[in-house]
């Protein structure tokens, strides 16, 4: 199985609403990341979880709360989320290590109200 | 900031022809991957090429890196309508981070 599956495909939610994304992948990956992506924009990274612990937080606010289950799922709460959150959230996995080939899921598109 | 810079930013061909887009990056790297984003979905590997070498072949695909210049390119050759994407060059220096170029759209019409 080489994919990286995310819930839902589309997400639409107020300023005062909690949710959360999914993702899961069954590659026996050791790092997950999420990204966001606005229009015409490239990806930027916003968590690394590597071996199921934050690895990285590229500073990105607390309304945003990434959690990694287990070695094969990876979730982003979110809560109190502002219209300018409004984008296409990917994830993604790698094996991890010096070769970080990064296998993506579709994304969730999400927009905030 | 450290992101690439890809050009051009939009290329328009007709199947057949050829494509090329152009990366420049700014830090030392590991390894440079290029990926390709159809419209608004998750995006898909297509090369990685490590900072010991020079050229890579795929298929339909060569990509070249000049480390002395923080260069790349990646050439399509013989595009098909079904190439029509964004394409987008990501630098790893390490650290478990890919840092992506601007990108590039690419229209080829049949």
């Known amino acids: 199985d080489t994919e990286v599956t995310q819930t839902p495909k589309h997400l639409v939610m107020g300023m005062t609403n909690k949710k959360s994304l999914k993702c899961e992948q069954h590659?026996?990956?050791?790092?997950m990341y999420w990204y966001k992506q606005k229009a015409k924009k490239p990806p930027e990274l916003m968590f690394v979880?590597?071996?199921?612990?934050?690895?990285i937080n590229e500073s990105v606010p607390s309304r945003f709360s990434p959690e990694c289950p287990n070695s094969s799922l990876l979730n982003l709460h979110l809560h109190a989320l502002q219209p300018e959150d409004s984008a296409l959230y990917l994830c993604a996995s790698s094996q991890g290590g010096l070769v970080n080939e990064q296998f993506f899921g579709p994304g969730t598109r999400l927009t905030v109200l | 900031s450290q992101q690439g810079e890809e050009d051009p930013q939009a290329l328009s061909i007709q199947e057949g022809e050829n494509a090329t887009m152009n990366c420049s990056y700014k830090?030392?790297?590991?390894?440079l991957q290029w990926y390709r984003q159809n419209s608004g979905r998750g995006l898909v590997h297509l090369i990685l090429i490590r900072s010991n070498e020079r050229e890579k072949h795929s298929g339909r695909l060569r990509v070249t890196l000049d480390t002395s210049k923080k260069s790349s390119s990646l050439l399509i050759t013989a595009s098909r309508a079904a190439d029509t994407a964004s394409y987008f060059c990501?630098?790893?220096?390490?650290?478990?981070?890919?840092?992506f170029g601007t990108g590039t759209r690419l229209l080829v019409s049949p």
């Open positions: 830090t030392s790297i590991n390894n």
């Open positions: 990501a630098t790893d220096a390490g650290f478990q981070k890919l840092v």
């Open positions: 590659m026996g990956h050791r790092a």
């Open positions: 979880y590597s071996y199921e612990k934050l690895s």
